[in-house]
């Protein structure tokens, strides 16, 4: 993969944001805001944390980082939490973070750059760049469709890919940016970019909130929201807030002034309605959703705004882990799989209207670093390596939702039991509900990656028995990993990762019962 710079260099925009920082900063809120350390006792008070409107960062064990201004910190203490400063001007941490800064081959991007390169992809004649709409400012939200005939729509197979809904999160911006550059450099030569380029669409859209973002490079390095006058003094909405499935629930607030605000009503702001409008769009035919952000090196999946799992668990979970071998198996970078509800409820979220409205697969991927230090101010050397172990989880997912690989007739990003050859196993009474495979009423078959539900009279895990006479329910439990069953898989196909997975799904399950599934990492 070849990474390409940008004319100005990196060197030039780290002196550029620096001399902006030290020039502009002391006139902006961020100087007025800390960086702490929230002391909670249970997942009980770390969502107390998130539903005060507080703009948490990182959760370790008990231990919440958070970035709060001197209201957030009294409203903290009215509710009883103590809190440890790490750092009591956060200003001062950004200029010292962002003057350690090493020269690197990469810079990245801003707006006025980001657009050039992104019409300089279609050159290559499989990228076609679209303007979805506007932003609040007025700035074009560009998205690039990556297909053999990019000015057609074909109806095939799409794949949606977003950056930065919060304007802080620059790698956000870059790791899409780059997975487009791959599959344009790569065509020609890679087969498999090519068959993935041929056989469907793949739609980038790099930058969702270019407002945001703006004022983030010129103003304040720690800006999240968009750009929204308030009229009350305070500006912005956390875009990630403002979708409509959960909105208004816990995880996001109504104060105006935080970093949550979820805005005046479900997609209130231009830029989520320029995706809603997009996506929702009869022409295109969307399988699957990553959007990017970060950090905290996690691939969560619905639900975010509810405890409650999702229908599809369990294919959510087995596509969300088999992209974390893939990443890890790059550099090493663990990115921990799991529900976006793990570490605490985030209602309004991107992930979660996408998955509610068209049932597909859809991923909220946190990018490099997995802790606070450096957080947000990841240096531009970590932008190749970051990009280059994300793109085989992408071109995995654009690959699920094309091919038939367990050889059953079914595309694996529709298929019940992904990897695992039984076609008389699917989802015969076209209910999609129960367990990820149903039961054929004639051959009451098995699937060892089945939750089994244990207090609703159905057998989901397909071994013939129900409840409590099911030994996977005792002890008791509302939901059990099936053990007692046995899959048959096709010798000469299947995910290499399934034996492991379900062997280990017990005690992974286990595990998560007992410790609450203590996930390092932020939610977005």
């Known amino acids: 993969m070849r990474f390409r710079n940008h004319p100005e260099g990196s060197i030039l925009l780290c002196a550029m944001v620096l001399f902006i920082f030290l020039e502009a900063l002391p006139a902006h809120a961020q100087d007025r805001h800390s960086i702490v350390e929230i002391r909670t006792k249970n997942r009980a008070q770390i969502q107390q944390v998130a539903d005060l409107g507080i703009d948490i960062w990182q959760i370790e064990g008990d231990a919440v980082t958070a970035y709060v201004s001197p209201l957030d910190r009294q409203a903290l203490l009215d509710a009883g939490l103590s809190f440890d400063v790490q750092e ?14 090493k020269p690197s081959a990469l810079s990245y991007h801003t707006y006025a750059t980001l657009v050039p390169d992104l019409y300089g992809l ?40 977003v950056g930065c809904h919060h304007a802080r999160e620059w790698i956000s911006v870059e790791v899409p940016f780059h997975i487009a550059q791959h599959l344009v450099d790569n065509y020609a030569t890679d087969p498999r970019v090519r068959d993935l380029v041929d056989e469907g669409e793949i739609w980038i859209l790099p930058m969702l909130n270019p407002d945001g973002h703006q004022y983030s490079v010129t103003r304040n390095r720690l800006w999240r929201k968009n750009r929204r006058d308030n009229e009350d003094g305070s500006f ?103 529900p976006g509800n793990s570490l605490y409820i985030s209602s309004g979220t991107a992930e979660d209207w996408t998955y509610d409205v068209s049932g597909i697969p859809s ?50 990003i529709q298929d019940n039991c992904i990897g695992v050859h039984n076609p008389d196993q699917e989802d015969m009474d076209g209910d999609s509900a129960g367990a990820a495979c149903d039961c054929n009423d004639m051959d009451a078959a098995v699937n060892p990656g089945a939750d089994e539900h244990c207090t609703n009279g159905l057998d989901e895990d397909c071994d013939g028995l129900i409840d409590g006479d099911d030994p996977d329910c005792l002890p008791a439990t509302e939901w059990s990993v099936a053990t007692n069953a046995e ?23 286990a595990g998560f019962l007992v410790a609450g599934w203590r996930l390092t990492g932020r939610r977005p």
Do not use: C
């Not at 995706?275 to 905290?296: E, K, M, Q, T, W």
């Not at 899959?487 to 399950?509: I, K, W």
């Open 236 to 338: 912005g909405v956390d875009l990630n807030r403002n979708y409509e499935t959960g909105w208004g629930g816990s995880g996001s607030s109504g104060d105006t002034g935080s970093e949550i605000y979820r805005g005046s009503a479900p997609f209130s702001e231009p830029e989520t309605q320029v995706l809603r409008d997009f996506f929702l769009d009869p022409a295109y035919d969307f399988r699957a959703v990553i959007s990017y952000h970060n950090y905290g090196q996690l691939i969560l999946y619905p639900w975010a705004h509810s405890f409650s799992k999702a229908p599809d668990n369990h294919t959510l979970d087995w596509i969300a882990r088999e992209m974390e071998i893939r990443i890890e198996a790059v550099y090493g970078k663990n990115y921990r799989a799991g």
């Open 363 to 412: 991923y909220n991927i946190e990018l490099r670093p997995a802790y606070f230090f450096p957080g947000f101010l990841l240096p531009p050397a970590q932008i190749q390596p970051t990009s280059e172990e994300n793109m085989p989880a992408a071109l995995y997912l654009i690959g699920l939702t094309q091919n038939d690989d367990d050889g059953d007739g079914i595309v694996e």
């Open 487 to 509: 899959a048959s898989v096709a010798p000469e196909v299947g995910v290499f990762t399934s034996h492991v997975l379900n062997a280990l799904g017990p005690f992974l399950f």
């Open 88 to 101: 009591e001007d956060a200003g001062a941490f950004v200029r010292q973070r962002i003057s350690s800064w």
């Open 122 to 161: 279609e050159a290559s004649g499989i990228a076609k760049v679209y303007d979805l709409g506007d932003s609040l400012e007025g700035r074009d939200i560009l998205a690039v469709r990556i297909s053999d005939l990019p000015d057609v729509d074909e109806g095939e197979p799409a794949v949606l890919l």
